[in-house]
């Protein structure tokens, strides 16, 4: 199943696992399969808190080489990676300090995009990364398609609905394929 990617708002955020259990209301059971079905999904949106300076600041000799190659999973910034492999001890000293409040989604927004707008010309291919990193939108797209669905099968009777009846219609029915 397609998934777009649904990481939460604001790049240094937790990724919460959601928890699975057997027989549940069918909005908790479509949230936890996607959960799972999601995985490229979350290491994306951890890879990427790479651009968020604070979090680099943070983390600090943990950003290396190896985290840097590891962004080749997100295509748009492929072409990139040898060039911010070689640009990363230009990067790393520069976000040293930097914090942020990440309590506060515009504060944190504007923070992190002054912070890059001051330095962009201090760090190299890591200037051009960010502005492809920042244009991607998160979205929950397949998500909402999969409750609609979801609400279309079963309607008010999905809360009483066995979790593995749930799973077996919905991908019957997310694939187009009829009993």
């Known amino acids: 199943m ?4 649904s990481c939460t708002v604001g790049l240094s955020s937790g990724l919460r696992q ?3 259990t ?5 909005r908790a059971h479509a949230r936890s399969n996607m959960t799972e079905d999601c995985s490229h999904s979350y290491e994306i949106c951890e890879l990427l808190q790479v651009f968020d300076p604070s979090f680099v600041s943070e983390q600090g000799e943990s950003i290396n080489s190896e985290w840097v190659r590891r962004l080749r999973c997100v295509k748009p910034l492929a072409p990139l990676v040898n060039a911010l ?4 001890h230009l990067y790393v000293p520069t976000t040293r300090g930097f914090t942020c409040n ?5 504060d944190f927004t504007d923070s992190v995009l002054l912070w890059w707008r001051s330095h962009h010309s201090e760090v190299g291919a890591w200037a051009e990364a960010a502005r492809i990193a920042f244009a991607f939108t998160p979205n929950s797209a397949s998500a909402e398609r999969t409750l609609s669905l979801l609400k279309n ?7 009483s609905a ?11 029915r997310y694939n187009k394929r009829e009993l």
Do not use: E, K, W
């Open 102 to 106: 990440r309590s506060s989604v515009s």
């Open 162 to 172: 066995n979790a593995d009846m749930i799973q077996a219609s919905m991908m019957m």
């Open 153 to 159: 099968l079963f309607g008010d009777r999905h809360d």
């Open 22 to 26: 057997r027989r549940v209301g069918s």
């Open 85 to 88: 492999v070689r640009d990363l």
């Open 2 to 5: 397609p998934m777009g990617i």
């Open 18 to 20: 959601l928890s699975t």
